[in-house]
C-alpha cells in the first residue's frame, strides 16, 4: 500500500473517530429533547387549562344567574297583571250589582239580589284563595327544583375541577420522575377524557328537571281548573236562584 492510500485511510478513520462521538451525543440529546418536550412545556399547559375551565364556570354562573333574574321577573308581571285584572273584574261586579239592585223591586227580590251578591263574593274569595294557593305551590316547588338541579351541579363542578387538578399533578410528578414526556401527554389526556365523561354524567340532571318543573306546571293547571270548576258550579246556582226570585 503506497503512503498516498495509507495516509487517505488513516484521514478516514480519524474523521470518523471525531465524528462517532460528536453524533451520537447529538442524537441522544434530540431524543431527550423530543421525550422531555411535553414537560417542558406542561406548566403552560396547565395554565392554560385551568384558566379556560374557570371562564366557563362563570359563564356558567352568569347564565344561571341570567335564568334566575328572568323567572323573577316574570313572576312580578305575573302578579302585577293578575292584580289589575282582578281589580277591573271587581268593579265591572260592583257595577252589575248595582243594577241588580235598581232591578229589584219587591222584598223577596231585594233579598235574593243580598243572597246572591254574598255566595258571588264568598265564592270569588275561595277561587281566588285556591288560585293563589295553585300559584304559591307552584313557586315553591319550582324554587326547590331549580335548588336541587344547582346543587347537584355545583358539585358535579368542583368534582371536575378537582379531577383536573389531580390529572396535572399527576402529571407534573411523573415528569419530576423522568416519565417519558409522551407517555406524560397520553395519560393526561386519558385523565382529562374521563373527568370530561364524568361531568357529562350531570346532563341527566337537566332532563330531571325540565320532567319535575312539567309535573309542577301540570299539578298547578289541575288546581287551577279544579277551583274555576267549582266556581261556575256556584255562580250557576246563585244565578238560578236569583232568576227564580224575579220570576216569582
Not at 352568569?62 to 285584572?85: C, M, P, V
Amino acid at each position: 500500500m503506497n503512503h498516498s492510500s495509507k495516509l487517505q485511510r488513516s484521514v478516514s478513520v480519524l474523521a470518523l473517530a471525531v465524528l462517532i462521538p460528536t453524533a451520537m451525543p447529538l442524537s441522544a440529546d434530540a431524543a431527550v429533547r423530543e421525550n422531555n418536550a411535553f414537560c417542558s412545556r406542561l406548566e403552560s399547559v396547565r395554565e392554560k387549562t385551568e384558566s379556560q375551565v374557570d371562564e366557563r364556570m362563570k359563564k356558567i354562573d352568569i347564565r344561571q344567574d341570567e335564568r334566575l333574574g328572568k323567572i323573577d321577573a316574570r313572576q312580578a308581571k305575573q302578579d302585577t297583571n293578575l292584580a289589575s285584572k282582578r281589580a277591573e273584574w271587581d268593579e265591572k261586579r260592583e257595577d252589575s250589582y248595582d243594577a241588580l239592585s235598581e232591578k229589584a223591586n219587591t222584598d223577596t227580590e231585594k233579598a235574593a239580589v243580598a243572597t246572591y251578591e254574598k255566595t258571588m263574593t264568598e265564592a270569588i274569595a275561595t277561587r281566588r284563595g285556591s288560585v293563589d294557593q295553585a300559584i304559591a305551590t307552584f313557586r315553591t316547588g319550582t324554587e326547590t327544583v331549580i335548588a336541587t338541579h344547582q346543587s347537584a351541579l355545583d358539585q358535579a363542578v368542583k368534582t371536575f375541577e378537582s379531577s383536573v387538578t389531580t390529572a396535572f399533578d399527576k402529571a407534573e410528578t411523573a415528569c419530576d420522575n423522568g416519565t417519558n414526556g409522551n407517555e406524560v401527554r397520553t395519560a393526561l389526556r386519558a385523565d382529562l377524557k374521563a373527568a370530561r365523561e364524568t361531568l357529562r354524567t350531570t346532563r341527566p340532571l337537566v332532563t330531571e328537571t325540565k320532567a319535575a318543573l312539567t309535573t309542577l306546571k301540570s299539578e298547578r293547571k289541575a288546581s287551577v281548573d279544579q277551583a274555576v270548576t267549582n266556581f261556575k258550579a256556584t255562580a250557576e246556582a246563585a244565578r238560578k236562584t236569583l232568576k227564580t226570585a224575579f220570576e216569582q
